[in-house]
């Protein structure tokens, strides 16, 4: 079992956890799941408050300071298609 790619940290202490793309390859039961989940944090994202940190697992930070940098990031970082 692979470790996670990224942990999401809000203001409000919550935590969420992303596996990279590579994690679910070409099975698409997994695949769709892990869809779900970025629809879910982006959903959580938008009513949450900026800023918040990305750490991913190299122990690398990120601070996300506007929708505007998530998208980007989110864009950048894993394929998803930010709906509206």
Do not use: C, R
Not at 12 to 19: D, G
């Amino acid at each position: 079992m692979s470790d996670y790619k990224y942990k999401i940290e809000f203001k409000n202490n919550e935590i969420t956890l992303l596996f990279g793309e590579d994690f679910y390859g070409d099975k698409s039961t997994f695949w769709n799941a892990h869809q779900s989940m970025l629809t879910g944090l982006y959903k959580k994202v938008i009513s949450t408050e900026f800023p918040f940190t990305i750490t991913l697992l190299t122990g690398v930070s990120l601070k996300i300071n506007t929708q505007k940098d998530f998208d980007t990031w989110i864009t950048k970082n894993q394929p998803f298609t930010i709906a509206g």
